[in-house]
């Protein structure tokens, strides 16, 4: 009810803002005719999708799927008509209303044209190097609640690992390389990536790596992904007005962690909940899930009856709540309506949006909504002088969204990893409730020690959300004449943010929070009453720019264009980040309520880049492009010395089919190479809580510490400020008893340091074939990474544990192919439109420092030549016929332990990233879907390590587990006797010789025998004693994944409908995301993990997964109509 | 009207891009101080003094670092405590791979005494006396795990490539150090400061107690030296040691518990490792090499510690019966440990003792008296001065069983691995007594004190149970089992750290060629142990 009374109010806000906005532009209807007709190619078949434009004005129409277009012209104004891959054709309107169009096939006048850097638009055909473009109005129908999400599978080379939580960030992978740099509308923006409103891009341009992106300079290091914004409509009337709804629903999940629900919570077959609040008589108070098995025998449980004595009686023990999980987790909802609004004039353009997302999570009492006003206009004061502005603010908040990290605070951790069938959640629902439960002070629950009732969970514990991101600029051109203009620019980006978590009372954090009293001690308890935490950042970058654009002919042969400018960049960035020791009074989240002293943390930064910066683009007859780019630099960020550096880059590119005879059938052949070098250093990409900043630990370790201690995940917000990584100083802590101190460096600073290198070759060829109908772009690229700016390590009895230096030089290779064709397409409207993306790299070590033979990172001492995304490990012991070693007790043989032992248990990132779009069309009915996916790599699957651990997995109720089990199970006489081992480990034991290894291998099978392994013991002890914490092999999985991402079927309304309303256009479509994935292990969705490796910060950071959120099929409908 | 425009927008464009230039030092992070800041003294020695509770390379979170806490995994390495769940309570395995380094402790020492000159104008201050001994104490920490180490040149960054002293030299210049803070804090102490604490130190001892704490710990390091005690003249170990012992006007050593170097718990902060929030008693038993001693001897710290072995009260034992108490033996697999575990087999922590309260029982001893009174008696046994073995031994003994708490017929609630009392016993320390009376300078007389050493050190003094079965074999630790390691037999010493194979390369070569024949193997015999 609440939902719908929410969406009643943003249907209202639309339409309310439409009729504000209709009011103001939609003035003139003027005196014109109509001219209809059809645009068809030599052999006849319509075009659709043709622009019709008339002459001198930016006014114009597109031919619809049937190729038909309808126009108001005033007699005697010229029509162009133009599309790609056809010479461009006028027609001067004279008394006809009624015409017939054919455009010759041409490559000669191939015009497409793409934005570069800085937002230079260029012919395609005169770039050296890849870009990709992706039409924003591809991906507004089956949305996902991030923009930039949605370019999944679209664009070869880059890989979109979409996250799977609420407001996370999709990790962006393009060429092996995250942190790309985003910029809307030619001004870099700082991006969380929710910030940008889909509805409002014309245009999505991702350049490929440094080749593209040179000009941006250290910023563009990795590419960048280039927003161009929808301007001022060019329709004929002067304005427009679109709508867009779209409405999905999120259900059914496609990566669940497959659970057991035959036995229960406790130890070796035996469990008994305590007689008194919290367990704390137990011994089962965080027990694990290697209880009794469900047969109704009577076990002491938290519902359990207590008698006379105080002593709890027994009751049926049964699997009460085998889909508890999937009962407690609700329907989301993905809602966002946008209604704009483009005018233009003779003199003006503009263009108005609202957007309003709203987002119903899964999880229950969860949401975010999302509003975004977009506001562009452009005066032209003269025909040489005109100004643009545009201005984006975009408002996110929430009350609650899930914090999903390893702890009682998930859900899949609660329900997945330790949840026991033995209860039924309507038991719960009153989570103040039942025996144990005292209002607003104590949860009423089943389990205490690393549990909380997950409606306590959902309603109580809460992390709320709000975010304000403003980006805008104001630029004035001038244009001298045909050859020269100038433009002058100033533009903000901004953000402020504050993220809150209330803690309420008697919350189980983790048992190893011991900073927290939360016992019994002289048979009172202790109510822990929660905490409070805040959360702000702030974020304020200035960019002023000026740019001279100048083009010139030399005779028929020669013709020059550039570019030069320059750019002041100013950085500045805030954030405090606070927590409560405790509160004193309950449910009172404030500072002043703080039991203990208040722990509060600020950090500020601050930079500045001054750049200067040119193109020279040198186009000699119609044989050869050559483009130059150059940038010198001034970061604040670096020493004296070494804080001025230039860097350039030259690509080259020829359109064969210009210029030479080539066979028939090939329609456009261009080649291209490049070559960029780029510098940079000492700024970070991202930045986590002040506490993290200063402190260099998260602040899940503030409280409690240790390996589990602590509580809350370390938000990293986008940043690319200093990151003051080469400075030797003091900071001050305290270890004992809130008595001060200090920490010192660990890492020596140089006053030397040099910025880091990137060099980029890229070479690649772009192919059509049979007058277009087939395309295929290929890019084959090697870069020379480095050296970076590195924390190399030093011999440690120089008292320090590293030095910056210019270190670790990596080397990239890799390939991206494009295919795009249309197989089919015939004259009676139907067309077969396929989309192919495919990409693979590889990063190898090449050098490491002077003097240093194998870098020690990750486990493993890498040498020169080996591949960086080397998972190494702790693997099985093999006899030579590849079975498992086990010892004289029955578990499989360590791993000798140290560094060198560890075996390579497979690469993190993944073979090839690959996806596929078909696009049916018939007249006014569409049809298309994607498939996208992964192939290679493997994963340390987080969630099933844990579940295997905790007794939870499935596999371990089937085959030989379930079977010991079982038996196991049966040798307890209903838990009231030890149980007999019935685990025989599958491999052999070592019967004569002593085993002799070399790198943790055996290195003398022949003074070895074996025998099969016969010895038995408890599955629990072969799983927690045996495999858990002792191998990583069994954990490993296939990283590759295949997912039916997106299905959309479209139904145009035909204009003759549509004729005698207001309406011009209107679009139905059926939407679906995510519907089917197919992967060895469901357990975790493994599109988020898209990175394995990554250089920037030197770890295998994506080598294992985490608690993700479980993810579900997304379908609906969407709603597009133009006015 | 155009270029009227035109002008107006360049100026103010130039203006506004020239008054958003950051102004001021932008390269140096403002959050924190440089390295050229005035920072207290007292700050570095509360780091150091943290650092030295928490173990060699804790703090900096060095590779293989490890807590020197109690019931940690150094103390299953002691064999107090056995594990019998890898995930609750760690792995028992001796898997003894590359070192950590207690070098970070150099450094903060070098921060410390430069502070400290800078701001007092003279080096002899108390925080250039516990400067010495912090360095010694690096030092020897490293060096009794690996051998040879760098010294001479290590801690200061102009040298990256530090080369290796002689495991010799290393323990020839440590005790100097020592007896220079020994020197220097004698002549900083006065009537007027002889009871004030040190500024920044977490112990709170005052200047005489950190002198004894100097002196004693000097004398643990060179009993330590015993196997080379007679073959390097150049250390006068036998003298030092009986000087030390012989002038206490010069030498003031520990003269009670009162003096120990010990690490306070405390309610709010800094936590005992068991406390009411950390319920699990049931994955980690007492371990069998202590037990054995202690119920032998009718120890009656034994119902202190342990509790009795659930089976054996099932079968009817008391529990005053000291064979209801049964170690677990940590040469076992933890899957025989955990099957045998699960039939109530072994005796747990003394659950009513240990997770009673938030501060713990006991302090957790660093440097202790008791240890004091066995290192000398073990000198007299020895032979390397004059003295009744008996009495120090005997004064051991006594300072162990006050620090527990423990008095002649005392009456001792004992309770099961949950706390709950199962009956009571009374303490007779007289029988124990009587049972370990002194052997005499003997063989025997040797055993006992190491034997009762071993017991006094149960949950405290970091690595010290291990390095005294290492250089004596005694108390005998299991040994020689598939529960130690892979290859079945601890090992005698450490591989170097990755980070100075690596990037001290020559030097290291060297040093583990001139050691051991150029195999960095953990189970060669060092200099020390020879």
Same mark, same amino acid.
């Given at each position: 009810m609440m939902l719908m009374k929410k969406n009643l109010l943003n249907v209202f806000r639309m339409l309310f803002t439409l009729v504000?906005?209709? =009011?103001?532009?939609?003035?003139? +209807?003027? @005196?014109?005719?109509?001219?209809?007709?059809?645009?068809?190619?030599?052999?006849?078949?319509?075009?659709?999708?043709?622009?019709?434009?008339?002459?001198?004005?930016?006014?114009?129409?597109?031919? @619809?799927?049937?190729?038909?277009?309808?126009?108001? !012209?005033?007699?005697? @104004?010229?029509?162009?008509?133009?599309? !790609?891959?056809?010479?461009?054709?006028?027609?001067?309107?004279?008394?006809?209303?009624?015409?017939?169009?054919?455009?010759?096939?041409?490559?000669?006048?191939?015009?497409?044209?793409?934005?570069?850097?800085?937002?230079?638009?260029?012919?395609?055909?005169?770039?050296?190097?890849?870009?990709?473009?992706?039409?924003?109005?591809?991906?507004?129908?089956?949305?996902?609640?991030?923009?930039?999400?949605s370019l999944v599978g679209k664009v070869a080379g880059l890989t979109v690992g979409g996250s799977a939580e609420m407001l996370g960030r999709p990790q962006l992978v393009l060429r092996g390389s995250t942190d790309l740099l985003f910029v809307v509308d030619g001004v870099p923006v700082n991006s969380d990536t929710w910030n940008i409103s889909a509805d409002d891009i014309e245009t999505y341009t991702v350049l490929k790596g440094p080749n593209a992106a040179a000009l941006y300079g250290s910023r563009g290091q990795n590419g960048a992904i280039l927003v161009t914004t929808k301007k001022g409509s060019k329709d004929e009337r002067g304005f427009t007005v679109d709508f867009n709804s779209s409405t999905m629903?999120?259900?059914?999940?496609?990566?669940?962690?497959?659970?057991? $629900? @035959?036995?229960?919570?406790?130890?070796?077959?035996?469990?008994?909940?305590?007689?008194?609040?919290?367990?704390?008589?137990?011994?089962?108070?965080?027990?694990?899930?290697?209880?009794?098995?469900?047969?109704?025998?009577?076990?002491?449980?938290?519902?359990?009856?207590?008698?006379?004595?105080?002593?709890?009686?027994? $009751?049926?023990?049964?699997?009460?709540? !085998?889909?508890?999980?999937?009962?407690?987790?609700?329907?989301?909802?993905?809602?966002?309506?946008?209604?704009?609004?483009?005018?233009?004039?003779?003199?003006?353009?503009?263009?108005? =949006?609202?957007?309003?997302?709203?987002?119903?999570?899964?999880?229950?009492?969860?949401?975010?909504?999302?509003?975004?006003?977009?506001?562009?206009?452009?005066?032209? +004061?003269?025909?040489?002088?005109?100004?643009?502005?545009?201005?984006?603010?975009?408002?996110?908040?929430?009350?609650?969204i899930p914090d999903v990290s390893y702890g009682p605070n998930s859900y899949v951790y609660q329900f997945k990893v330790y949840g026991s069938a033995n209860w039924a959640l309507d038991e719960v629902a009153d989570y103040w409730g039942g025996d144990r439960g005292k209002k607003d002070l104590v949860q009423n629950f089943v389990e205490y020690g690393r549990h909380n009732n997950p409606y306590f969970t959902a309603n109580e514990w809460l992390h709320s959300h709000n975010k304000t991101d403003i980006n805008g600029y104001a630029k004035i051109?001038?244009?001298?004449?045909?050859?020269?203009?100038?433009?002058?620019?100033?533009?903000?980006?901004?953000?402020?943010?504050?993220?809150?978590?209330?803690?309420?009372?008697?919350?189980?954090?983790?048992?190893? !929070?011991?900073?927290?009293?939360?016992?019994?001690?002289?048979?009172?308890?202790?109510?822990?009453?929660?905490?409070?935490?805040?959360?702000?950042?702030?974020?304020?970058?200035?960019?002023?720019?000026?740019?001279?654009? +100048?083009?010139?002919?030399?005779?028929?042969?020669?013709a020059i264009s550039g570019s030069a400018g320059g750019n002041l960049r100013t950085f500045e960035y805030s954030s405090n980040w606070a927590t409560t020791f405790a509160l004193t009074v309950p449910k009172v989240y404030t500072f002043a309520n703080s039991r203990g002293p208040i722990k509060s943390y600020t950090f500020d930064s601050k930079m500045q880049v001054v750049s200067g910066y040119y193109t020279l683009d040198f186009g000699i007859k119609n044989w050869l492009n050559i483009n130059t780019t150059g940038r010198v630099d001034n970061l604040s960020t670096l020493p004296d010395g070494n804080n001025t550096f230039f860097y350039p880059s030259v690509s080259v590119s020829s359109v064969l089919t210009d210029y030479a005879k080539l066979p028939d059938f090939i329609s456009f052949l261009k080649l291209r190479g490049s070559f960029a070098d780029v510098r940079g250093g000492l700024t970070n990409p991202t930045i986590g809580s002040s506490y993290q900043a200063v402190t260099g630990s998260t602040v899940g370790s503030l409280l409690g510490g240790g390996t589990y201690g602590g509580y809350g995940t370390e938000l990293l917000s986008s940043y690319d400020g200093p990151s003051y990584d080469n400075q030797n100083a003091y900071s001050v802590t305290t270890y004992y008893n809130n008595t001060s101190s200090v920490d010192f460096s660990k890492n020596i600073a140089s006053s030397s340091i040099k910025p880091f290198n990137v060099k980029s070759y890229e070479a690649g060829a772009d192919i059509k074939f049979l007058k277009n109908r087939l395309g295929a772009e290929f890019t084959y690229f090697t870069s020379i990474n480095g050296p970076i700016i590195y924390q190399l390590a030093v011999a440690p009895s120089t008292g320090y544990s590293t030095q910056s230096v210019n270190a670790i030089t990596s080397k990239k290779k890799g390939w991206e192919l494009s295919l795009n064709g249309t197989p089919v397409r015939t004259s009676n409207g139907f067309s077969w439109d396929v989309m192919l993306n495919v990409s693979t790299f590889k990063e190898t070590l090449k050098e490491i420092y002077d003097g240093v033979t194998s870098l020690p990172i990750n486990n493993h001492n890498y040498q020169v030549g080996e591949r960086l995304d080397g998972f190494y490990g702790r693997a099985y012991v093999r006899s030579p016929d590849g079975q498992i070693i086990h010892d004289a007790s029955g578990l499989p043989l360590a791993q000798q332990a140290g560094i060198n032992?560890?075996?390579?248990?497979?690469?993190?990132?993944?073979?090839?990233?690959?996806?596929?779009?078909?696009?049916?069309?018939?007249?006014?009915? =569409?049809?298309?879907?994607?498939?996208?996916?992964?192939?290679?790599?493997?994963?340390?699957?987080?969630?099933?390590?844990?579940m295997f651990n905790a007794g939870n997995a499935i596999e371990l109720v089937e085959g030989q587990y379930g079977a010991a089990r079982l038996k196991e199970w049966q040798s307890t006489n209903g838990g009231t006797v030890t149980a007999t081992g019935a685990m025989i480990g599958n491999g052999v034991v070592i019967t004569s010789g002593t085993p002799h290894y070399t790198n943790g291998k055996i290195d003398n099978y022949n003074e070895l025998t074996f025998a099969p392994n016969s010895k038995e013991v408890t599955l629990r002890s072969y799983v927690q004693n045996g495999v858990y914490g002792l191998f990583d092999e069994p954990f490993m999985v296939n990283r590759s994944y295949l997912k039916l991402r997106e299905v959309v079927i479209g139904f145009s309304l035909p204009k003759k409908y549509l004729a005698k309303t207001f309406i011009r256009s209107a679009t139905f479509s059926l939407v679906g995301r995510n519907l089917l994935y197919f992967a060895e292990r469901k357990d975790i969705d493994l599109d988020q993990y898209a990175s394995g490796f990554n250089l920037t910060n030197r770890t295998l950071s994506g080598k294992q997964s985490d608690l993700q959120s479980s993810t579900a099929r997304r379908y609906g409908f969407n709603i597009n109509i133009g006015f | 009207m155009k270029s009227y425009i035109l002008k107006i927008t360049a100026v103010f464009t130039l203006m506004v891009i020239l008054s958003s230039c950051e102004k001021g030092d932008l390269l140096s992070n403002p959050n924190v101080a440089s390295e050229n800041s005035t920072i207290p003294a007292s700050l570095l020695l509360n780091h150091l003094t943290w650092s030295f509770y928490r173990g060699g390379g804790v703090v900096d979170n060095v590779a293989n670092s490890v807590a020197e806490e109690p019931f940690g995994q150094v103390m299953r390495w002691n064999q107090f405590t056995t594990s019998n769940n890898s995930y609750y309570r760690g792995q028992n395995s001796y898997s003894f791979s590359n070192t950590a380094t207690a070098y970070d402790v150099l450094k903060y020492v070098t921060k410390m005494e430069s502070q400290s000159l800078s701001q007092n104008g003279t080096p002899n201050t108390v925080y250039g006396a516990l400067g010495k001994f912090f360095r010694a104490y690096s030092f020897i920490w490293l060096t009794q795990r690996v051998g040879d180490i760098p010294m001479s040149q290590a801690g200061d960054v102009t040298i990256l490539q530090p080369k290796f002293d002689s495991q010799h030299d290393v323990y020839k210049n440590s005790l100097q150090l020592l007896d220079d803070a020994n020197t220097l804090m004698g002549t900083l102490i006065t009537s007027l400061n002889s009871s004030n604490v040190v500024d920044g130190d977490i112990y709170g001892l005052t200047y005489l107690q950190w002198q004894k704490v100097i002196n004693t710990y000097k004398l643990r390091v060179l009993i330590s030296l015993s196997k080379r005690a007679d073959d390097n003249a150049d250390l006068n170990i036998k003298t030092q040691f009986a000087t030390i012992v012989n002038n206490p006007a010069k030498y003031p050593v520990m003269t009670g518990n009162g003096d120990n170097l010990s690490f306070k718990f &405390?309610?709010?902060?800094?936590?005992?490792?068991? &406390?009411?929030?950390e319920t699990y008693n049931l994955f980690a038993n007492i371990s069998k090499t202590y037990l054995d001693i202690t119920t032998?001897?009718?120890?009656?710290?034994? /119902?202190?510690?342990?509790?009795?072995?659930?089976?054996?009260?099932?079968?009817?034992?008391?529990?005053?019966? /000291?064979?209801?108490?049964?170690?677990? &033996?940590?040469?076992?697999?933890?899957?025989?440990?955990?099957?045998?575990?699960?039939?109530?087999?072994?005796s747990y922590v003394n659950f009513k003792r240990y997770y009673a309260n938030f501060v713990g029982p006991d302090p957790c001893v660093l440097v202790g008296y008791p240890e004091l009174c066995f290192n000398i008696a073990e000198a007299i046994n020895r032979g390397w001065l004059a003295g009744s073995a008996a009495t120090w031994y005997t004064n051991g003994i006594n300072a162990s069983l006050t620090s527990y708490g423990l008095t002649n017929g005392q009456s001792y609630a004992v309770g099961n691995r949950e706390g709950v009392t199962l009956g009571t016993v009374t303490i007779n320390t007289a029988d124990f007594l009587a049972a370990v009376a002194y052997k005499g300078d003997n063989a025997a007389g040797l055993t006992q004190i190491l034997q009762q050493k071993y017991v006094a050190f149960f949950q405290n003094s970091g690595w010290e149970a291990f390095y005294n079965w290492r250089r004596t074999g005694l108390p005998a630790f299991a040994n020689n089992g598939p529960g130690i390691n892979p290859a079945g037999t601890i090992p005698l010493r450490w591989q170097y750290p990755v980070d100075e194979q690596n990037n001290n390369a020559a030097n290291y070569a060297a040093a583990v060629s001139s050691q051991y024949g150029g195999s960095d193997d953990v189970n060669k015999v060092m200099w020390l142990l020879k």
């Open positions: 504000l906005l209709l =009011s103001v532009t939609g003035n003139l +209807f003027a @005196q014109r005719m109509q001219v209809t007709g059809t645009v068809t190619d030599e052999s006849n078949s319509t075009i659709p999708g043709a622009s019709v434009m008339i002459k001198g004005t930016n006014v114009g129409v597109s031919t @619809q799927t049937n190729g038909t277009f309808n126009i108001s !012209v005033q007699k005697g @104004q010229t029509l162009v008509f133009r599309s !790609v891959g056809y010479a461009a054709q006028e027609i001067t309107i004279g008394t006809q209303t009624a015409l017939s169009v054919k455009l010759i096939n041409d490559s000669q006048t191939l015009g497409e044209v793409v934005v570069t850097a800085l937002g230079i638009r260029k012919d395609v055909r005169k770039i050296g190097y890849a870009t990709q473009e992706v039409k924003g109005a591809d991906l507004v129908k089956a949305r996902e609640p991030n923009a930039i999400n629903i999120e259900s059914g999940f496609v990566a669940l962690p497959e659970t057991q $629900t @035959q036995y229960g919570y406790g130890n070796d077959y035996k469990y008994a909940y305590g007689n008194d609040l919290y367990d704390l008589d137990g011994s089962y108070r965080r027990t694990n899930i290697w209880g009794p098995k469900f047969d109704g025998q009577g076990v002491a449980q938290y519902n359990s009856p207590l008698d006379a004595a105080g002593k709890r009686t027994l $009751t049926p023990w049964t699997a009460k709540g !085998v889909d508890n999980f999937e009962n407690f987790m609700e329907t989301g909802i993905l809602s966002t309506n946008n209604v704009s609004v483009g005018a233009s004039g003779e003199k003006y353009d503009m263009r108005a =949006s609202v957007t309003h997302t709203y987002q119903k999570g899964m999880s229950p009492n969860t949401k975010l909504n999302i509003d975004n006003f977009a506001l562009s206009a452009g005066y032209k +004061f003269s025909d040489k002088f005109r100004i643009d502005g545009s201005l984006n603010l975009n408002s996110q908040y929430t009350p609650n051109s001038y244009k001298v004449n045909d050859h020269l203009n100038f433009q002058a620019r100033t533009q903000i980006t901004t953000w402020n943010q504050l993220r809150t978590e209330s803690v309420p009372p008697s919350t189980n954090l983790n048992q190893y !929070v011991n900073d927290y009293y939360f016992n019994k001690t002289g048979g009172i308890y202790n109510i822990w009453y929660g905490n409070y935490r805040e959360d702000h950042r702030n974020l304020m970058e200035h960019n002023h720019d000026i740019l001279v654009n +100048f083009n010139q002919k030399v005779g028929d042969f020669l032992n560890n075996q390579l248990l497979g690469y993190a990132n993944p073979d090839f990233v690959f996806g596929i779009n078909n696009r049916f069309t018939y007249k006014n009915i =569409s049809f298309s879907f994607q498939w996208d996916g992964r192939t290679g790599g493997k994963i340390f699957d987080y969630v099933y390590a844990q | &405390n309610a709010t902060v800094n936590k005992y490792i068991y &406390n009411p929030d032998s001897t009718k120890d009656p710290r034994t /119902f202190i510690t342990s509790t009795p072995a659930p089976a054996q009260v099932t079968a009817g034992k008391t529990v005053s019966d /000291f064979s209801a108490y049964v170690g677990s &033996n940590i040469a076992e697999t933890q899957a025989t440990l955990t099957a045998n575990d699960a039939k109530g087999m072994y």
